[in-house]
C-alpha cells in the first residue's frame, strides 16, 4: 500500500477502508492528515443531510394531494428536483468516477517525472492514436506544451499537455480501453472526466470546468 492507493481507496470511501489502509495511514503523517480531512467532509455531509420535518408536513401534503391532486403532483416533482439536487450536492464529492480519479492523481503526483523520463515523441503518433481512439485533435483545442506516452490505467496512454486559453490541461488518450459511460471526477483543485470514444477513451484533466468542457466539445466534435 502507498500514498497513491490510500488517496484513491479513501475517496472512495474513508469510513471502510481495508487491506494495508489503516496501517499505512498509521504510520504516514500525510497521508493520515489527509484521512482526518475526509473523514471530517464525511461528517459534514452526513449532518447536511439531517434535516428535520416540520410538524404536521405530513398532513398538509396529504390534505393538498386530496383537495388538488394536480397541484400536489407539482409539489412532488419541485420537491424531488430539489432533494435530488441537494442529495446529488452532498454526494458529488463521494461519487468520483475512478479512472477520472486516477487521472488527476496522475497530473498531481506522477506528469512531472514522466515528462522528465520520456523520450523524444513523433506528433505523427499522437494523430495517430487520436484517429485510432475516434477523437479530433484541432487546432483551436490549444497550443501542444509536450507530446509522449506513460503507463496509465493498465495501458499506454498518449500523454500531451496543452496550453489553452483558460489554462493548462492534460489529455491521456487510451486506445482500446473502452468504457460503458462517462466519469468524472474532483480532487486536489483539478477537475477530470473520461469519455468514452469510438476506438477507446480519453481522459481530460484541468484546473477549471470550463476549461474541461471547452476540450471535451473540440475533442468529441463530429
Given at each position: 500500500m502507498n500514498c497513491l492507493d490510500l488517496r484513491r481507496a479513501a475517496m472512495?470511501?474513508?469510513?471502510?477502508?481495508?487491506?494495508?489502509?489503516?496501517?499505512?495511514?498509521?504510520?504516514?503523517?500525510?497521508?493520515?492528515?489527509?484521512?482526518?480531512?475526509?473523514?471530517?467532509?464525511?461528517?459534514?455531509?452526513?449532518?447536511?443531510?439531517?434535516?428535520s420535518v416540520a410538524d404536521g408536513l405530513k398532513e398538509r401534503v396529504m390534505e393538498h394531494a386530496v383537495e388538488a391532486p394536480r397541484l400536489s403532483r407539482r409539489y412532488a416533482l419541485?420537491?424531488?428536483?430539489?432533494?435530488?439536487?441537494?442529495?446529488?450536492?452532498?454526494?458529488?464529492?463521494?461519487?468520483?468516477?475512478?479512472?477520472?480519479?486516477?487521472?488527476?492523481?496522475?497530473?498531481?503526483?506522477?506528469?512531472?517525472?514522466?515528462i522528465l523520463d520520456a523520450k523524444p515523441s513523433d506528433p505523427s503518433e499522437l494523430q495517430r492514436a487520436a484517429d485510432k481512439v475516434g477523437v479530433r485533435l484541432l487546432g483551436q483545442i490549444g497550443e501542444l506544451r509536450y507530446v509522449g506516452t506513460c503507463p496509465f490505467g493498465g495501458a499506454?496512454?498518449?500523454?500531451?499537455?496543452?496550453?489553452?486559453?483558460?489554462?493548462k490541461a492534460t489529455l491521456l488518450l487510451l486506445p482500446g480501453r473502452m468504457l460503458a459511460a462517462r466519469g468524472v471526477a474532483v480532487?486536489?483543485?483539478?477537475?477530470?472526466?473520461?469519455?468514452?470514444?469510438?476506438?477507446g477513451s480519453v481522459a481530460i484533466i484541468a484546473?477549471?470546468?470550463?476549461?474541461?468542457?471547452?476540450?471535451?466539445?473540440?475533442?468529441?466534435?463530429?
Open positions: 472512495i470511501d474513508p469510513r471502510r477502508l481495508d487491506g494495508d489502509a489503516p496501517a499505512h495511514a498509521e504510520s504516514c503523517e500525510a497521508c493520515r492528515a489527509f484521512l482526518v480531512d475526509v473523514l471530517r467532509l464525511e461528517d459534514q455531509l452526513d449532518e447536511a443531510l439531517r434535516v419541485a420537491a424531488g428536483v430539489a432533494l435530488a439536487a441537494a442529495a446529488g450536492t452532498a454526494m458529488l464529492w463521494r461519487r468520483n468516477d475512478p479512472l477520472a480519479l486516477a487521472g488527476i492523481d496522475f497530473v498531481v503526483y506522477e506528469e512531472a517525472q514522466a499506454i496512454a498518449h500523454h500531451v499537455v496543452l496550453k489553452t486559453a483558460y489554462g480532487a486536489h483543485g483539478l477537475e477530470a472526466v473520461v469519455a468514452p470514444a469510438v476506438g484546473d477549471s470546468e470550463r476549461n474541461l468542457a471547452r476540450i471535451e466539445a473540440i475533442l468529441t466534435s463530429a
